[in-house]
């Protein structure tokens, strides 16, 4: 087995996933295609993850706000997230990448919701790389869902809530990246996000490689982060 390129510092990285239609339209191709790209990317830089020794990967897949796309398209983005884990499980299982879903996935058909609870459960112990994909996820509500479990429990404060977040048992987000050009963070991970280094690309997702990803945590080793200090 060939030894593991491991860059240190980065931890928990995670990527807004964007720019799949636009790749799609410079080439007068359709939409469909370029989420179809999209997938492969999320292929390579998956694997890329974990050579480059990523403890955490956190994608944005399936946003709250993407329903209001039209219903053809978000047909195409569930038969799309269908096929990757049919094809792609039992590799991700093999190399001891555990899957985890943050966001509420159960809004989804019933056939998708039984696949993706199996690939929970089958990944379940694997100790490698955390694999976060955000399904019908928006980060107002992961706030006010885990606000509302805080309150029960006790006193809020911000340990109590970060507590009751999705992503409670990840490390702490370290940087945040989004392709695409466009420099928002469009309600993913506000809360995680409040310390975490930002990096924003104008490489549209499909075109994103494992080498950007590895420039990305070079630079990342490079900035010295302050948390509010000098």
Avoid: C
């Avoid at 469909?32 to 897949?61: D, F």
């Avoid at 805080?150 to 370290?174: K, N, R």
Wanted: overall charge neutral.
């Amino acid at each position: 087995m060939a030894k593991k390129d491991v860059v240190v510092g980065a931890r928990h990285v995670a990527i807004i996933m964007d720019g799949n239609g636009r790749w799609a339209k410079k080439r007068h191709l359709p939409r469909a295609l370029g989420h179809q790209r999209g997938v492969e990317a999320v292929r390579r830089i998956v694997r890329g993850a974990r050579e480059l020794g990523l403890e955490a990967l956190t994608l944005y897949a399936f946003s709250t706000e993407n329903w209001r796309r039209p219903e053809d398209e978000v047909s195409d983005l569930m038969g799309l997230m269908k096929r990757f884990i049919m094809s792609d499980l039992d590799e991700f299982a093999a190399a001891g990448v555990r899957l985890k879903i943050i966001g509420d996935y159960r809004a989804f058909r019933p056939d998708l919701v039984e696949l993706i609870d199996g690939a929970v459960a089958k990944t379940a112990a694997n100790t490698g790389t955390t694999l976060a994909v955000a399904l019908n996820y928006g980060a107002q509500d992961e706030i006010a869902r885990a606000a509302t479990k805080a309150a029960a429990l006790g006193p809020i404060t911000a340990e109590s809530i970060s507590a009751q977040l999705d992503t409670a048992d990840m490390p702490p987000l370290d940087l945040l990246i989004r392709t695409s050009g466009e420099v928002r963070l469009s309600n993913f991970l506000l809360w995680q996000a409040a310390y975490a280094e930002m990096m924003f690309t104008e490489v549209l997702w499909p075109d994103f490689t494992v080498e950007h990803l590895r420039e990305a945590l070079d630079d990342f080793r490079n900035r010295e982060r302050r948390y509010g200090g000098r």
